[in-house]
């Protein structure tokens, strides 16, 4: 008997690795190998499982053989993706569906990843991670301060992606995006504690106000602002603040933490220029210095 052939390869998976190989220069990436046959649609596996909800993802790239790469190798690992070119397909998409988590091209015509990030933002903690090329560093700094909660670098390995995506899912804590009436629900059952001029939310995740109206954080402010509190009166360096609030699994680069910091003097300080709450040891790193809190 002849003995079994091994099967030929797909061509939407001949498809795939062409794309992935294009978009590496020829070299063969591990985006490459890490790529899985698709066994049944996601909707039928989720009959199976119909308990767990799955992340719902969106990705954002005017590059359409990059975003169906990301969104086939995503599905195929459990997310649920919706997949638009530019701002107005999303904000179309947003009105009609929620997401979890946004993935966001910088550079993008019409209207760029960072001025969308900002529209987002200034309505939403949604997490937001931005995809930019590997020398723009100004992009990645300026992307923080507007309140992305990471970024990857082209060219980037598909697994690596993941990766951070659960990551940024685990430390967002929220099984879904939070509304802002949510928030305030929350706030109120909730023991909010003292942090500068407001109060921390810790079971919503956020800041709120004297009057009871809420201010977001994204994940990785919430977990800067956690490690503060637990460790009051203390110095600490910029590394050791990574390694607390980042655990390293995204390798954020050590400025991020300045850009931070920034961002949350805003939201808590009376004084942004003249911060009481969380002070700065010229050299070394910072400290959290309770009891600043304003009646």
Not at 88 to 108: G, H, I, S, T
Not at 151 to 174: C, G, H, M, W
């Amino acid at each position: 008997m002849a003995g079994f052939k091994q099967p030929a390869t797909s061509l939407i998976q001949q498809r795939q690795l062409r794309r992935c190989d294009d978009y590496m220069s020829g070299e063969r990436r591990m985006c490459c190998r890490s790529w899985f046959p698709i066994r049944m649609p996601l909707e039928s596996r989720m009959d199976e499982h119909h308990s767990v909800r799955s992340p719902r993802l969106i990705v954002v790239d005017d590059e359409e053989h990059l975003r169906d790469m990301m969104a086939e190798y995503l599905r195929e690992s459990g997310f649920l993706v919706r997949t638009v070119s530019g701002g107005a397909a999303l904000d179309q998409l947003l009105a009609v569906e929620e997401a979890d988590m946004l993935l966001l091209d910088v550079n993008m015509p019409v209207e760029d990843g960072l001025s969308i990030a900002r529209r987002i933002r200034a309505r939403s903690s949604m997490p937001i991670i931005m995809v930019t090329a590997a020398s723009d560093t100004v992009d990645k700094i300026v992307g923080l301060e507007i309140g992305a909660d990471d970024y990857v670098t082209k060219p980037f390995d598909l697994r690596e992606l993941k990766a951070r995506i659960r990551a940024l899912l685990r430390r967002n804590q929220s099984g879904g995006p939070i509304t802002q009436n949510e928030k305030l629900g929350e706030a109120q059952r909730a023991k909010n504690r003292p942090f500068g001029k407001m109060l921390l939310d810790m079971e919503a995740c956020c800041l709120v106000r004297a009057d009871g109206t809420s201010e977001p954080l994204t994940a990785m402010e919430f977990d800067l602002i956690r490690v503060f509190m637990q460790n009051p009166d203390r110095v600490l360096t910029r590394d050791r603040l990574l390694d607390l609030a980042h655990k390293r699994d995204n390798d954020p680069f050590d400025r991020s933490i300045d850009v931070r910091v920034t961002r949350i003097r805003k939201k808590i300080e009376h004084d942004p220029a003249k911060p009481q709450t969380i002070k700065t040891v010229r050299g070394t790193g910072y400290i959290y210095t309770p009891g600043n809190r304003a009646a």
